[in-house]
């Protein structure tokens, strides 16, 4: 049976998430940030980015997301797996997300759509600001 406090750090933990994709999804970079630790190791090398710092990483995305190339996606995340252990815990979590892609200049019609289905394989840590992902 979950305690309080158990539920109140799922319920955090999976907001995390949210806020996550929602920051991606509306290239809101400085939300992005703010999601880590500042010690943080975030691993994009699966999509051909770096593995990196949250700053190395939130460049790499924003010079990547651009409207022009992806004028439209949506990262619905699902089905989280946690294991909380006092103030840490990890989580694998699903992702899917359809992504427009621009069409070649001078091409007429709405973008055209690819999906990607992932695992996000987190680490967090409870700090002094609420719960942050650190890997």
Not at 70 to 81: D, I, K, R
Not at 117 to 133: E, I, N
Request: glycine share 8%; charged share 25%; hydrophobic share 40%.
């Amino acid at each position: 049976m979950l305690d309080l406090q158990e539920i109140s750090d799922r319920l955090e933990l999976v907001d995390l998430m949210v806020r996550y994709a929602h920051a991606v999804d509306t290239r809101s970079w400085d939300d992005f940030r703010a999601l880590f630790t500042p010690d943080a190791v975030i691993d994009y090398t699966a999509f051909g980015g770096p593995t990196g710092s949250v700053d190395e990483v939130a460049t790499w995305l924003s010079e990547t997301l651009v409207a022009s190339a992806f004028p439209a996606f949506q990262h619905l995340v699902a089905n989280p797996l946690l294991d909380i252990d006092g103030d840490e815990a990890t989580g694998r979590t699903m992702c899917f997300n359809p992504m427009g892609v621009a069409r070649p200049e001078g091409e007429r019609g709405d973008p055209r759509m690819f999906f990607c289905g992932l695992w996000y394989l987190d680490r967090f840590v409870r700090t002094p600001d609420g719960w942050k992902s650190r890997k």
